[in-house]
């Protein structure tokens, strides 16, 4: 059985994810550059729109049943009662059956509605019913995907993954190259369906490894009550979020267009999302393998009451994001231009790059903040924080948009998810009794931006990336951020200590 494997620790666990996220990350950029210039700024833009519906279906339809099963998986383990797993997931795919049928009717049924009033193309009407077909697929993959992470298959879980993007990468391209050719519409239904059929197969896969774990059932546990007292603050927290978020990105070029300086709106909110986010959000791949295991992590933990544990486990989680957060931070403002020059032939959207890198710290802080916080049961705090921060960021694109422009965006993306990160982090210090000190983000902030200043002076890129690091460096041991105790840290990690 699977639950009598001895697990990896924590840290090679995450290595391994880290690995496979860096590949797939690598892979998914590359394509989104492929895209990019095969129907250009215009056509991505269309993409990310119907992309947005389609993300707020899925939401919508997982209605938190990934984090719930990992969750309550990770409790029976943690309570070292593997037998309950089989009810656990029977509850979780019954959920997610009823949910994701809902939710695929409906947008099957009003794909002409959506795509008229929300997208403003009819044209895409197909794209829409084609995901809707295979959205109950996509759910129950989250949910087994979820009892993977949790029960410390992760050699497998990453195997799967991969063949996954291998085969959603090949049903896109073959399907672009026969038939879409530079149709951004017909792009639309290639892209959706290469996600489908691959969610089809990785579904497929690891129902066929559960089987083959032969798994004891023990007596019958009514798994309904923590099942919904997970999964439905989740739920609604995501779903609110997915539903704001696709309001916003619908909104954008809207009120865009209300901007007398902006010639082709849809144009500028692809640059931004298409091109900037790709790129700023590609080392996070580094970070989201330690955010996957930290949810099943913590809530093993809290089980078995071993509060040091979390206390350590917070300590140093939120120090490796903010140290690498301020690594790759100051490397993407550097080579901000060169690097959209190379991937995308714009200099425009290099500019965008530079002042979104500035936010890279928070960003990452904030994602292995979310997962901590989600790992100790504090879903129906992150409700509030996600109302409340996605309701002021509908509210000042709105305002902002038409006067400002994308600069009015990037103040409502930044003021927004700053506030978010401060409530969260806020509760995760109260609930661990955890404290740290103002000065230890301060320096380290102080050091990045010192070490920008001075690799500067360098124009060629490889001068500026290996000055900036051994710059970065001596600046945070000089402050006393990092050092010895780092080293000693990670040295200890590769001995297994």
């Not at 890279?360 to 292995?368: G, Q, V």
């Not at 409502?412 to 978010?420: G, I, Y």
Request: with cysteine.
């Amino acid at each position: 059985m699977v639950f009598l494997h001895r697990p990896l620790p924590i840290f090679y666990n995450a290595l391994l994810l880290t690995l496979v996220n860096l590949l797939l990350r690598l892979v998914g950029t590359s394509f989104q550059v492929f895209l990019s210039n095969r129907i250009g700024a215009e056509g991505i833009g269309l993409l990310q729109l119907v992309m947005s519906v389609s993300s707020l279906a899925i939401v919508a339809g997982i209605a938190g049943i990934r984090t719930a099963s990992m969750y309550l998986t990770a409790e029976e383990l943690g309570k070292k009662k593997s037998e309950n797993i089989t009810w656990v997931l029977s509850s979780c795919s019954i959920y997610s059956i009823l949910c994701s049928g809902i939710v695929a009717s409906a947008l099957y049924f009003c794909a002409s509605w959506i795509a008229g009033n929300w997208i403003g193309d009819t044209r895409t009407i197909h794209a829409l019913q084609l995901f809707a077909v295979f959205l109950p697929v996509i759910c129950l993959c989250n949910v087994m995907v979820g009892y993977f992470t949790a029960a410390n298959r992760i050699s497998t879980l990453a195997a799967v993954e991969v063949a996954e993007q291998l085969i959603s990468m090949a049903v896109t391209i073959t399907t672009l190259t026969i038939w879409a050719g530079h149709d951004p519409v017909k792009a639309c239904m290639c892209v959706i369906l290469g996600n489908c059929i691959s969610a089809a197969a990785t579904l497929l896969c690891l129902l066929l490894l559960r089987m083959m774990e032969h798994p004891e059932t023990g007596p019958h546990i009514s798994v309904r009550h923590r099942l919904y007292e997970t999964a439905v603050p989740l739920a609604l927290a995501d779903i609110l979020k997915s539903g704001i978020n696709t309001t916003e990105n619908l909104m954008v070029p809207k009120q865009l267009a209300k901007n007398i300086h902006i010639s082709n709106p849809l144009a500028a909110f692809g640059m931004v999302s298409g091109m900037v986010f790709p790129v700023l959000m590609f080392p996070a791949c580094i970070l989201f393998g330690l955010t996957e295991l930290l949810v099943p992590e913590l809530a093993r933990c809290a089980a078995a009451g071993s509060q040091k544990r979390i206390c350590y486990l917070v300590r140093r989680s939120l120090r490796v994001a903010l140290l690498y957060g301020l690594l790759f931070a100051g490397l993407e403002f550097l080579l901000a231009d060169w690097l959209c020059i190379k991937l995308y032939q714009n200099t425009q959207a290099g500019r965008y790059l530079k002042l979104y890198a500035i936010l890279i710290p928070m960003l990452y802080c904030d994602a292995i903040t979310d997962a901590m916080t989600k790992g100790l049961g504090q879903q129906k705090i992150c409700v509030r924080y996600n109302i409340l921060t996605s309701a002021m960021d509908v509210f000042f694109l709105y305002l902002l948009l038409p006067v400002h422009g994308m600069t009015g965006y990037y103040i409502s993306f930044a003021v927004t998810h700053l506030l978010n990160f401060i409530l969260s982090l806020r509760r995760l210090l109260k609930i661990t009794g955890e404290h740290i000190p103002f000065y230890i983000p301060s320096l380290g902030i102080s050091a990045a931006m010192a070490a920008v200043l001075g690799a500067g002076f360098f124009s060629h890129p490889a001068a500026q990336i290996i000055s900036y690091l051994a710059l970065l460096w001596s600046f945070l041991c000089l402050f006393q951020i990092s050092g010895k105790e780092d080293i000693l840290w990670i040295t200890g990690l590769i001995r297994k200590k």
